[in-house]
Each structure stands twice: as C-alpha cells, then as structure tokens.
C-alpha cells in the first residue's frame, strides 16, 4: 500500500498546480480505488468528467465504483452516458445489470441484446439475458440462453442452469 500512498500523494501534489488536469484527475481516482477510499475516487472521477465530458475511461470506472457501492440508479446514469462515447458490449452489459438492480427487466433484456449484438460470444452478458428472461418470467428464453452457452462450453453454462432450476 505504500506505493499507492506515495501515488497518492503525487496526484495531490499534480492537482494543485493544475487542478483542470482530467487525466491526472482520473489517475488520481484509480489510485484511491487501490487505497480503499471509494468516495474520494468517486470524487475524482466526477471532477475528470465535470472537465472533459466525454472522458470515457473516467465515466466506467465512476459508473463501475457506484456499482461496487450498490449505488445502481447513478451507476446506470454513468453507463448511460458512456453508451455515447462508448457504445461497446461491456458497457451495455454493464448497464444491463444496473437495469436487473432496479427491478427494470425489460429495459434490461434490451442492454443484454444490444451487448450480445456487439459480441455475440460474450457469455457473460448471454447468462445476463438469460438472468433477465428469468426475471421477467420467460423461462423458455432463459432455456435457450442456457443452451446457447453450454454448446460453447461456457462456464455461465452452470450458472445459469443453477437459476434455471430454482
């Protein structure tokens, strides 16, 4: 942990000469995150958006600590707004999963299948669709999911099968 201290206290330093630095501002973020200090990450990377908007990187990682905080509708707002500078499978998969944290199914089958149309072989939002189907009570499709993955012997294979069986 030290060097992460020592790091910490560089980005300090940096922000004090040029505090409307948006990267020094994100790295500062990524270094609280490794110190544990969730709030003053999430601090950091709000001042690197509030600065440069379309700061992609700093939009994940804020939408991603709100989430570890189970903070899902601000975590939705970050991925929402990385749809537009990212619009990539792993952001939509992300905000699918915001969307089942809220109780928002359909809105979530719709990320899933707009991250599965990104990259159909990315598992992980396939076993998320089928976790939306379930919730939003169509099993048959969270059959075929399930199906789906275990023909490319995915490990959410498992997963799934074990929601499937509840």
Known sequence: MGQ????????R???RLDENAPDT???????????????????????????KPDHANALE???QAYFRQKRWAEAANAFEGLRTYRPDAKTYNALGECYLELDRPEDALLAFNNALGYDPNLDQARF?????????????MAQV????LRNSRSDWA???LVLLNQ
């Open 4 to 11: 992460f201290n020592e790091a910490a206290e560089a980005f």
């Open 13 to 15: 330093q940096a922000l």
């Open 25 to 51: 501002q994100y790295s500062y973020g990524l270094t609280l995150n490794k110190l544990g200090r969730h709030d003053e990450e999430i601090l950091a990377y709000k001042r690197a958006i509030g600065l």
């Open 61 to 63: 990682k804020l939408g």
């Open 128 to 140: 998320n669709l089928g976790r939306a189907y379930l919730r939003s009570g169509n099993k048959e």
């Open 145 to 148: 999911q399930y199906e789906i």
């Open 158 to 160: 498992d997963r799934l």
